[in-house]
């Protein structure tokens, strides 16, 4: 199994490389490793977690304005 470190460290090795952006190198670490997806929530780190929301966002895929019902760290929360 992988450590929360180990992911990170990963996914951050494929960022520097510049060859994906944040959430295409958590899907290749998922898949590097044979994680589904959705159980990698728990080894995102707060680092990578405010990586991908600055992604998201500016991909206009999280909504922030002020009648924003959710948010995509209310996603790692639950």
């Known amino acids: ?8 460290e990963q996914v951050e090795k494929l960022l520097r ?18 994680l589904e997806p959705e159980s990698a929530k728990r080894l995102i780190s707060p680092t990578l ?4 929301e600055a992604e998201a966002k500016g991909l206009n895929m999280v909504n922030r304005g002020h009648n924003a019902q959710g ?5 790692y929360t639950e």
């Open 17 to 34: 490389g510049g060859k994906s952006d944040v959430m295409g190198a958590i899907l290749k670490v998922c898949e590097k490793h044979l």
């Open 49 to 52: 977690k405010e990586k991908l």
């Open 71 to 75: 948010s995509l760290t209310g996603f």
């Open 1 to 8: 199994m992988i450590t929360k470190k180990e992911f990170t």
